[in-house]
């Protein structure tokens, strides 16, 4: 074996060497430090832990019980405006999206053809005026010679007939000119109830004919707006027992999200039947709509006050746990500790229900930290007033954490004592 080998050799075993003690250095001082690491942050003999829980009094208040429901706002009227006549229109009176009156000037339809057919009518009328005058004078004469023998009794009842002919003439003379001027009032197109119009779908210079299905506009009454919601069957017999008294029951509709109230109004009437495919029954509430917050087919969140239950105690619904024994609640007793008391639920009322019995005024419910309860346990309250409590106890924590750590000249030591 050459030289340059035999050294080469050497230098590999050295280096195996180094990095094995340095390993050994490294098992040793972390023997060593986790000994003494556990020595002192071992938990004390009978140490118990305390469950943090926060925690809100039961207090007696007033509870107003709501039903709630999905509703779709209606317009209170819908209608279609239509020609009545055929003809072309001259004119367009109405902005889309504008709010307009009973009787207001929409359109107007080329009116020539009907002012024609109004005079014809009223040219006829007055040529059988004119015969029905003479036909009556020679009824008068007629009369007089009969009284005087003077013409046979045929003579005089054919003139009477005669009258008669003219009489219902004229009448059908003087229909014909109230329908002509019927027709040509229908060229003036005006709007039959009042509400928010949409969009034009006839322009100026078409033509038009009578009961065209797709109309010249539609008018949605939104002053007042009524919105149609559900509730469940179980519901009916807590509504119609105030309306049987003669109360008004008050109704507000939410948007979407639920969050905002759009308007206020009454509840107008039941249906007359169940749905026996869902087993719901529909309601129908009217809105005043004075800011236009209710759009028609818009869906909203209806909440419909019923009753109030006066000197009820409630406390927050998500404290209200349910067992295979029923609904209990986690009560923190005068020595923070923990115990469990069955309850009777009542009526439920946005975050708040009723507690008919198993808790009194006062006691301290438990509303967060109940996933760790049990029966007995030592609880610590949380000041929700106190937030920079737990940052502090981090602190403290971060700092004990700091001494116990051995020093980096304490954990330099062992690898400069290596060879």
Do not use: C
Not at 343 to 362: F, H, N, P, T, Y
């Amino acid at each position: 074996m050459s030289e340059r080998q035999l050294a080469t050799r050497a230098t590999r075993s050295r280096l195996i060497w180094g990095a094995l003690a340095i390993l050994i250095a490294a098992a040793a001082f972390w023997y060593f430090s986790g000994s003494k690491s556990g020595n002192v942050k071992g938990p004390a003999a009978g140490f118990v832990a305390l469950v943090p829980v926060r925690v809100e009094p039961a207090r007696v208040e007033d509870l107003d019980i709501y039903l709630r429901g999905l509703g779709t706002v209606t317009a209170f009227n819908t209608v279609t405006v239509r020609s009545r006549v055929q003809g072309e229109i001259v004119e367009v009176l109405f902005k889309e999206g504008q709010q307009v009156r009973e009787g207001d000037l929409l359109a107007r339809i080329d009116p020539r053809s009907f002012e024609v057919a109004l005079s014809q009518a009223v040219g006829m009328r007055q040529q059988d005026e004119a015969q029905y005058e003479n036909a009556k004078r020679d009824l008068t004469r007629y009369q007089t010679l009969r009284k005087q023998d003077s013409i046979a009794p045929q003579l005089l009842d054919t003139q009477q007939a005669l009258v008669r002919k003219f009489e219902g003439q004229l009448k059908s003379d003087q229909a014909a000119v109230d329908n002509a001027r019927l027709q040509l009032d229908y060229t003036r197109i005006t709007a039959p109830i009042a509400g928010r119009l949409g969009l034009r779908r006839v322009d100026a210079g078409n033509l038009v004919v009578a009961n065209d299905p797709q109309g010249v506009v539609v008018i949605t009454q939104t002053q007042p707006i009524s919105v149609i919601f559900t509730l469940a069957e179980n519901d009916l017999p807590a509504v119609r027992q105030p309306m049987l008294a003669g109360q008004v029951l008050q109704v507000d509709a939410y948007d979407r999200a639920d969050l905002h109230r759009l308007a206020q109004g009454t509840l107008v009437t039941v249906d007359n039947q169940i749905d026996v495919t869902t087993g719901t029954i529909k309601l129908k509430a009217q809105f005043g709509n004075e800011t236009d917050a209710l759009f028609p087919n818009q869906f909203v969140n209806v909440r419909m006050k019923v009753r109030t239950d006066l000197n009820a105690l409630t406390v927050p619904a998500g404290a209200l746990q349910q067992g295979n024994q029923g609904a209990f609640l986690y009560v923190v007793l005068e020595d923070d500790t923990a115990a469990v008391r069955p309850v009777k639920a009542g009526a439920i009322s946005g975050e708040r229900v009723a507690i008919l019995d198993g808790i009194k005024a006062g006691d301290r419910i438990v509303l967060e930290g109940t996933d760790r309860l049990r029966a007995g346990a030592k609880v610590r309250v949380i000041d929700p007033n106190r937030p920079a409590e737990k940052g502090a106890a981090a602190v403290q924590s971060g700092k004990r954490t700091q001494n116990d750590a051995p020093s980096a000249t304490t954990a330099a030591m062992p690898m400069q004592a290596m060879p």
